[in-house]
Nanobody
């Protein structure tokens, strides 16, 4: 499974970005699809997760500002990020777990929020 992430960039505080991540390759189905982020000097952290059934989980720091969603037929997960803050600056990684419980990571996309 290959995960390709798109949509990062440089924005000002208060603006929005939408990340997308498409899975390709040979697999039966994907269970959880998630977004993680890693800021310089910090550990990678879970931002948001969505199950194959659509249940979602968010980090407290992004609740009310970020929305995760997925398109199962397209094997794509999205992260709509609104009201961005400088502390959201990080490399964002998509992650997926297949139905055979294998874990896959995308290559990361940089999000930079200026104040």
């Amino acid at each position: 499974v290959q995960l390709q992430a798109f949509g990062g960039g440089l924005v000002q505080a208060g603006e929005s970005l939408r990340l997308s991540c498409a899975a390709s390759g040979r697999f039966f189905s994907l269970n959880d699809m998630d977004w993680y982020r890693q800021a310089p000097g910090k550990q990678r952290e879970l931002v948001a997760a969505v199950t194959s059934g659509g249940s979602t989980t968010y980090a407290d720091s992004v609740k009310g500002r970020f929305t995760i969603s997925r398109d199962n037929p397209k094997n794509t997960v999205y992260l709509q990020m609104n009201s961005l803050k400088p502390e959201d600056t990080a490399v964002y990684y998509c992650h997926a777990v297949s139905s055979s419980s294998r874990s896959y990571w995308g290559q990361g996309t940089q999000v930079t929020v200026s104040s």
